[in-house]
């Protein structure tokens, strides 16, 4: 990475990132625990959101929810410029308490409608509020309150544009790679098998690893591993056993359990907060 600049505080996260020569290996499959707002400058990429294949331009918006799985795929070596606002549901409580700023996050299937072009945005620039948001990651903590603000036009913009959208349903998943993420995600937690899996979908396990991580960047283990630590963690964070989160989320041991805990996330089960 050529260029980075970070503003992190505990509920907002605003990010500004540039690769010069960008190589699609350094980029992974991954979920976070906030919601975020990712904000494509430029480049030569795609992004991966669930089994979805969104096409990116210059000024376009998506939107992923917690666990919500994404990737970007760079296409070719142009220089890829990003920035991104990643905030908990408590950052906005004070001013939107029931969170119909986020329904266009939570009120849609997964991997379905995240991605808003620049053209659906109507009144203030895209352009002008992610340079804003740009300038937040530069200045650092003291910019807290600024930061704040561009947030709620982002959402405010994001809001509007959803509701001209006018989605009261979502056509159910078409393509192999949709209805294979949907099943998975609808039987995470049970007990799974790559061999299973491709039996239920009628391909060769060959065929279902490449479809797979095709669709999802990521194969099929290493993407269910994280969708189950990253649950567990939101159960022990609400007060739930370490090892009753362990097993109501799918895994078999937990020792095996606690080393993938501390591997993925830094830190031991009941030491998180």
């Not at 505990?10 to 690769?19: F, T």
């Not at 991954?30 to 400058?41: K, Q, S, T």
């Not at 061999?195 to 060769?204: R, V």
Request: with cysteine; proline share 6%.
């Amino acid at each position: 990475m050529d260029f980075l600049l970070e503003h992190i505080s505990d509920e907002l996260y605003i990010r500004h990132a540039v690769d010069d020569c960008p190589d699609d290996r350094d980029f992974t499959m991954h979920v976070h625990e906030r919601y975020e707002i990712f904000c494509f400058i430029s480049g030569k990429a795609e992004y991966l959101v669930e089994g979805a294949r969104y096409p990116l331009q210059p000024g376009s918006i998506l939107i992923m929810r917690p666990a919500e799985s994404h990737k970007v795929k760079i296409l070719d070596g142009r220089r890829y410029e990003r920035a991104a606002i990643n905030f908990t549901p408590a950052v906005i409580d004070f001013i939107d308490p029931t969170h119909k700023l986020t329904e266009p996050f939570d009120d849609r299937p997964l991997g379905r409608g995240n991605l808003y072009q620049p053209s659906e945005f109507s009144g203030m620039r895209i352009d002008d509020v992610v340079g804003e948001i740009c300038s937040v990651a530069k200045n650092g903590h003291d910019s807290r309150a600024k930061g704040l603000t561009y947030l709620f036009v982002l959402l405010d913009m994001i809001n509007s544009a959803y509701k001209r959208r006018g989605f009261s349903e979502y056509a159910p998943p078409q393509s192999l790679p949709e209805q294979i993420m949907l099943y998975v995600n609808t039987h995470l937690f049970d007990e799974l098998s790559v061999p299973q899996l491709a039996k239920q979908f009628y391909i060769s396990t060959s065929q279902f690893n490449r479809v797979f991580k095709q669709a999802a960047g990521a194969s099929p283990w290493e993407y269910i591993t994280i969708k189950r630590l990253t649950a567990a963690r939101e159960k022990i964070r609400n007060g739930i056993p370490a090892q009753a989160a362990c097993y109501s989320c799918g895994f078999r041991d937990y020792s095996a359990f606690y080393r993938a805990y501390i591997k993925h996330f830094g830190c031991a089960p009941k030491n998180d907060s």
